[in-house]
């Protein structure tokens, strides 16, 4: 029998298991197909859409129900209320949301020393991390041939509160204190561009090759996609679940004002200063985040990411309001058409 505490059941409430027929966990999600832990062991189980419920298909992380189909065999028959989700919009639609993985408890931002740091992609990587739910923290890799620039420092100021752990995979250093963070029953997912070590520290973590790896360019310390599928993996003597996922390139945000105000708080408090509530921080008169730029006192290009996401994120819920108006014209358009044919 498998225990299922360690794979985080102790923060299933549990009204939810009241029903449930046979419980488990999703620790791998495949084309139509999803591997779940179960505490009679691994079983597969079929996985669509379909069969889940409406249109909510499970991820890696999800606590589920397993039901039996004649002729299926083994499928989802329910998903189990999201405590926690990392989400981004659909890079294949407009306004669509993704979810990564579910259920975490920590969602580490991974980027390598190696390499150059945008700040504007570590910002929204961290919007995401903050909206999920779960505590955001950043992770370095390969502090062992770090780029001679203050990534470090730059790190640390953008991620503000987030707790930042410094890792080699060279001598081990900061890995303790991950594991330890990461915590007994407790789920880490990364999330992070290809090539930012993220199976690698996953390898290292549990203390085997257990992941696939692949080589970066020399030339821009970039990396294609090993990993494929999101997989949640058991650290040595059930001290954590760790959650790889592959690199993410389009870092479009979902619903994130929240977290938005989170990452950015210093600004969004001063904002509150400006003469119009509605300042969108260009050519209004008294705007204070402009009078802290004009004054050496702010960065202007943080500023300006800020206002960037924060219009982003308007126009999104903008056309969410839009199509909601349209859906319910239709809808009464098309009951009235009904009525209509009866009489």
Not at 62 to 75: N, Q, S
Not at 254 to 262: F, K, N, P, Q
Request: charged share 30%; hydrophobic share 40%.
């Amino acid at each position: 029998m498998t225990d299922l505490i360690p794979w985080g059941l102790h923060a299933v409430p549990a009204e939810q298991l009241i029903e449930v027929e046979r419980l488990g966990r999703v620790s791998r999600v495949d084309r139509g197909e999803c591997d779940v832990v179960t505490a009679d062991g691994l079983v597969r189980v079929l996985s669509d859409s379909q069969r889940s419920q409406d249109e909510l298909a499970p991820v890696t992380g999800d606590w589920v129900d397993i039901g039996y189909e004649d002729g299926l065999g083994d499928v989802v028959a329910r998903i189990l209320p999201r405590r926690t989700s990392v989400s981004r919009r659909d890079p294949a639609e407009r306004d669509l949301e993704q979810v990564l993985a579910s259920n975490v408890d920590m969602v580490g931002v991974v980027h390598g020393l190696d390499r150059p740091l945008p700040a504007g992609r570590l910002e929204r990587l961290l919007v995401i991390a903050a909206n999920s739910g779960a505590e955001p923290v950043v992770i370095l890799t390969k502090s062992d041939v770090a780029i001679d620039e203050p990534i470090e420092a730059t790190v640390r100021s953008v991620a503000r509160d987030s707790p930042v752990f410094v890792t080699s995979l060279e001598d081990g250093a900061g890995l303790d204190a991950l594991r330890s963070a990461v915590g007994s029953a407790r789920t880490l997912a990364l999330i992070g561009a290809s090539g930012v070590g993220k199976s690698s520290l996953i390898n290292a973590l549990v203390g085997t090759e257990l992941l696939e790896v692949g080589d970066v360019r020399a030339s821009d310390a970039k990396g294609r996609h090993t990993t494929t599928v999101r997989e949640l993996v058991m650290l040595p003597n059930e001290r954590g679940l760790v959650l790889d996922t592959p690199g993410i390139r389009a870092i479009g945000l979902w619903e994130a004002e929240h977290a938005l105000d989170l990452i950015f708080e210093d600004l969004v408090e001063l904002s509150g200063e400006c003469r119009f509530r509605d300042c969108t921080h260009e050519a209004e008169p008294d705007c204070a985040l402009r009078s802290v730029v004009d004054s050496g006192d702010a960065d202007p290009l943080r500023v300006e990411r800020f206002r960037a996401l924060a219009q982003e994120l308007e126009q999104q819920r903008v056309r969410e309001e839009e199509r909601q108006r349209r859906s319910e014209r239709d809808g009464g358009s098309r009951r009235g058409r009904g009525k209509e044919r009866r009489r």
